[in-house]
C-alpha cells in the first residue's frame, strides 16, 4: 500500500485507448494513476511504485495477466481487478481462485468501475476495528487473530490473508452464529453496490477456508446455510 494520501492505481493494460480511459476515470475520483503497457514492465512498476490498487488486463504482451496476478499474490495483498474482453466463466473462476478481489470485462460502465475502484482502495485502506470486549485480539481453542496488527494464526501457524480475505473472517467473526446471506456478505465486506454476483462470496470463500486449512467440509468453521448463506461458528 502506498503511503501517499493520495490513492495510487496502477492500470497494467496493453491497449493505449483502454488505459487512457481508465486513468481519466481513476483520477476523476481522486487517484493518481500509473500506467504500464506489459505484464514485466507492470510488475517492475509495481516493485518500484508502491500502490492501492493494481487494475490488471488478462491479454497482456510479454507476460500474460494470469502470471502477473499469480506473482504478485506470492508478495503482497494489494486489491486486484481482473479486467478481460472474455466474458467467460472459466475466466472469471480462475480469477477468483487464484486471488483477484474483483473481475470486470470489457466494454465496462464508467460509473460500474468507478464505484468498484472506489470499494476496493476503502478496503486497502481500512484499519480493522477490534471486536467488542476482544481486546483487540480474537481466540479460541484454533484461531488466533490480532486485529490491528493483521496478524491470523492457526495452531500457532502464521497465515497470510490478503485485505479482502481478512476482512472476509472478521466479518464472521463479528457475526458468530448469525446465518449471513450473500446479499449481506456483499454489503458488509464489498462495500460495493454493484456486488450482485454471489460468485465474488464463494470464491473468496474458497481462497479463505483453504489457507486456513478448512476446505472440508468436516474441518471447516464457515458453515453452508442451505438455500441462505453462510454462518461461522466457535471452537471452544
Do not use: C
Amino acid at each position: 500500500m502506498s503511503t501517499s494520501n493520495t490513492p495510487r492505481v496502477l492500470i497494467v493494460e496493453d491497449d493505449d485507448e483502454i488505459a487512457g480511459a481508465i486513468a481519466i476515470i481513476v483520477e476523476r475520483h481522486g487517484y493518481s494513476a500509473l500506467r504500464s503497457g506489459n505484464g514485466k514492465e507492470g510488475l517492475s512498476t509495481f516493485f518500484k511504485e508502491p500502490v492501492d490498487l493494481v487494475i490488471l488486463d488478462v491479454g497482456l504482451p510479454q507476460m500474460d495477466g494470469w502470471h502477473v496476478l499469480e506473482r504478485l499474490r506470492e508478495l503482497s495483498d494489494v486489491p486486484i481487478m481482473m479486467l478481460t474482453a472474455q466474458d467467460r466463466e472459466s475466466d472469471k473462476v480462475r480469477g477468483l481462485t487464484t486471488g483477484a478481489d474483483d473481475y470486470v470485462t470489457k466494454p465496462f460502465s464508467v460509473r460500474e468501475l468507478g464505484a468498484r475502484i472506489d470499494a476496493l482502495i476503502r478496503r486497502s485502506r481500512l484499519v480493522p476495528a477490534p471486536i467488542a470486549g476482544s481486546e483487540n485480539i480474537y481466540t479460541d481453542a484454533e484461531l488466533v487473530v490480532n486485529w490491528g496488527a493483521r496478524e491470523v494464526l492457526v495452531n500457532g501457524e502464521p497465515v497470510n490473508l490478503t485485505s479482502l480475505e481478512f476482512q472476509l473472517l472478521q466479518t464472521f467473526v463479528e457475526h458468530e452464529g448469525q446465518a449471513l446471506s450473500v446479499s449481506q456478505l456483499l454489503h458488509l465486506v464489498w462495500d460495493d453496490p454493484y456486488s450482485d454476483a454471489p460468485d465474488r462470496v464463494k470464491f473468496t470463500l474458497l481462497r479463505l477456508r483453504r489457507k486456513l486449512g478448512w476446505a472440508t467440509i468436516e474441518k471447516s468453521r464457515i458453515e453452508a446455510v442451505r438455500g441462505y448463506g453462510y454462518r461461522y461458528r466457535r471452537l471452544r
